[in-house]
């Protein structure tokens, strides 16, 4: 599968080879580059400046994962369950504390398929912890039937035993189903450490004519892994607003930050912009790429995910940040009226503005920066303190937010607090976590 790219490769690594670049320096600059090309597409630039970034990047990136497949054969083989080399790009080089994973043989082969309506879903392969499982697997079918879309999915035990929390995201993208055959990967979160080796998946999915179910049971072989804890209990100061770390959790997928809010603090505080492990090398371990990036206890508790380090041996340890996404609590809401379609209070950027009820959705007009990626409601609370949730959240052209809000009766005027808002405070932050 890799010889015609081996060969390409080998002539560019053969003028690179001359070049004395630290293997550290190298994969630095193969995030740095990521993160460039990341912002480089919010920011929309020219096509062209894109693509130059996008290719060099990925030179360095191939280069790095050929020599990793000569090298470690768990990644030889997780490679070689993938078809495409852009998907083995990201698979491997995207997120620090997966590839570590693979590395350390956590990537198990499954390869089980089931075939419906002349459509056929395999399970690829699994990298799995006590607390997290990511499935990777593919999709064929002949394309005579439109799109094949996954809807949402569950996941039991043996004989359909259920588990404690398990929390599920689609990764497919919407470009994916145009195409008969494509992968994509399937992330899973327990809420607490589950021991279980057989597994039952129900992966629904719909085309243009009808919709159906895979029920595919697989199997996994445990690691001997274990929590990592470090209790921490230091509190920090930014811009008057207190911070707790309460402890942080390392496992082979992830590292789990217990972050606590000081009720009295002026602020709400949305989220933490640059949270990162930071080793004594300067090497970085930032937010998680597979599943999820936070678990919202309440207003003022949150657990934030990063990648992990849970294989790397650090003579010292230190967890830092210095930008959190912030704004007084007396402003952090929209007030809006869905029968007069007024809106009766905002920040005084004053962004939104009421544009119409439609078919059980709302749409507001917004002027917040475009390079805001942020779903900035998730829920509202209506006259008489009935809180419910937004089903559906989305934007047109950026110009315009839709809500869709749930069927039920509820009563004028609705109160949205935000999840995230563009403003910011800042300060410098280290806290040592050298056991």
């Not at 690179?16 to 190298?26: A, S």
């Not at 602020?267 to 949270?275: A, W």
């Not at 998680?288 to 380090?309: K, M, P, R």
């Given at each position: 599968?890799?010889?015609?790219?081996?060969?390409?490769?080998?002539?560019l690594?053969?003028?690179l080879?001359?070049v004395?670049i630290?293997?550290?320096?190298?994969?630095?600059?193969?995030?740095?580059?990521?993160?460039?090309a990341?912002?480089?597409?919010?920011?929309?630039?020219?096509?062209?400046?894109?693509g130059?970034w996008i290719?060099a990047?990925?030179?360095?990136?191939?280069?790095?994962?050929?020599?990793?497949?000569?090298?470690?054969?768990?990644?030889a083989?997780?490679?070689?369950s993938?078809?495409?080399?852009?998907?083995?790009v990201s698979?491997?080089?995207d997120?620090?504390?997966f590839?570590a994973?693979?590395?350390?043989?956590?990537?198990?082969e499954?390869?089980?398929?089931q075939?419906?309506?002349?459509i056929?879903?395999?399970?690829d392969?699994?990298v799995?912890?006590?607390?997290?499982?990511?499935?990777?697997?593919?999709?064929?079918?002949?394309g005579?039937?439109?799109?094949?879309?996954p809807?949402?999915?569950?996941?039991?035990?043996?004989?359909?035993?259920?588990?404690?929390?398990?929390s599920?995201?689609l990764?497919?993208?919407p470009?994916?189903?145009?195409h008969?055959?494509?992968?994509?990967?399937?992330?899973?979160?327990?809420?607490?450490p589950?021991?279980?080796?057989?597994?039952?998946?129900?992966?629904?999915?719909?085309?243009?004519?009808?919709?159906?179910e895979f029920?595919?049971p697989?199997e996994i072989?445990?690691?001997n892994?274990s929590?990592?804890?470090?209790?921490v209990?230091?509190?920090?100061?930014?811009e008057?607003?207190?911070?707790?770390?309460s402890?942080?959790n390392?496992?082979?997928?992830?590292?789990a930050?217990h972050?606590?809010k000081?009720?009295?603090?002026?602020?709400?505080?949305?989220?933490f912009?640059?949270?990162?492990l930071?080793n004594?090398k300067?090497e970085?371990?930032?937010?998680?790429t597979y599943?999820?990036?936070?678990?919202i206890?309440?207003d003022?508790?949150?657990?934030?995910?990063l990648q992990?380090?849970?294989?790397?041996?650090?003579?010292?340890?230190?967890?830092?940040?210095?930008k959190?996404?912030?704004?007084?609590?007396?402003e952090?809401?929209i007030?809006i009226?869905?029968?007069k379609?007024?809106i009766?209070n905002?920040?005084h950027?004053?962004?939104?503005s009421?544009?119409n009820?439609?078919?059980?959705?709302?749409?507001?007009?917004?002027?917040?920066?475009?390079?805001?990626h942020?779903?900035?409601?998730?829920?509202?609370?209506?006259?008489?303190g009935?809180?419910?949730?937004i089903?559906?959240?989305?934007?047109n052209?950026?110009?315009?937010l839709?809500?869709?809000?749930?069927t039920?009766?509820?009563?004028?005027?609705l109160?949205l607090p935000?999840?995230?808002?563009?403003?910011?405070?800042?300060?410098r932050?280290?806290?040592?976590?050298?056991?």
């Amino acid at each position: 599968m890799f010889e015609n790219e081996e060969e390409k490769l080998n002539e560019l690594r053969k003028h690179l080879e001359h070049v004395d670049i630290p293997q550290g320096e190298l994969e630095g600059a193969i995030l740095q580059g990521l993160e460039r090309a990341k912002r480089e597409k919010q920011m929309r630039r020219t096509k062209r400046k894109r693509g130059f970034w996008i290719l060099a990047i990925s030179a360095l990136v191939l280069i790095t994962l050929v020599t990793s497949i000569r090298v470690s054969p768990a990644i030889a083989n997780a490679v070689a369950s993938f078809p495409g080399m852009e998907k083995l790009v990201s698979l491997i080089h995207d997120d620090k504390g997966f590839n570590a994973a693979i590395e350390n043989d956590y990537y198990q082969e499954i390869a089980k398929s089931q075939t419906q309506n002349g459509i056929t879903l395999t399970i690829d392969g699994v990298v799995s912890d006590h607390q997290q499982m990511l499935i990777f697997y593919s999709i064929e079918h002949d394309g005579t039937k439109g799109e094949v879309r996954p809807q949402a999915p569950r996941i039991y035990g043996e004989n359909k035993k259920k588990l404690p929390g398990a929390s599920m995201s689609l990764n497919a993208k919407p470009n994916d189903y145009q195409h008969s055959n494509y992968s994509s990967r399937l992330e899973i979160s327990f809420e607490e450490p589950i021991q279980e080796e057989k597994f039952e998946l129900m992966m629904p999915f719909e085309n243009d004519e009808e919709a159906f179910e895979f029920e595919i049971p697989f199997e996994i072989t445990r690691k001997n892994d274990s929590v990592k804890t470090i209790i921490v209990n230091e509190t920090v100061t930014i811009e008057g607003q207190k911070i707790t770390v309460s402890d942080v959790n390392i496992t082979p997928l992830r590292v789990a930050i217990h972050i606590e809010k000081d009720p009295k603090n002026s602020m709400r505080i949305f989220n933490f912009e640059d949270l990162a492990l930071q080793n004594e090398k300067g090497e970085e371990w930032s937010s998680a790429t597979y599943g999820f990036n936070s678990s919202i206890l309440s207003d003022d508790e949150e657990i934030i995910y990063l990648q992990s380090n849970y294989f790397d041996q650090p003579k010292r340890l230190t967890l830092t940040f210095s930008k959190l996404q912030a704004m007084p609590k007396d402003e952090a809401f929209i007030t809006i009226d869905t029968d007069k379609k007024i809106i009766l209070n905002q920040p005084h950027e004053n962004y939104f503005s009421f544009q119409n009820v439609l078919n059980g959705r709302v749409g507001l007009g917004s002027n917040v920066p475009e390079d805001f990626h942020f779903e900035l409601f998730s829920r509202f609370v209506d006259h008489n303190g009935k809180e419910s949730y937004i089903q559906e959240w989305s934007h047109n052209g950026g110009k315009e937010l839709i809500m869709k809000l749930p069927t039920e009766s509820y009563e004028n005027p609705l109160t949205l607090p935000f999840s995230f808002y563009p403003r910011w405070i800042e300060g410098r932050v280290e806290i040592d976590l050298t056991e």
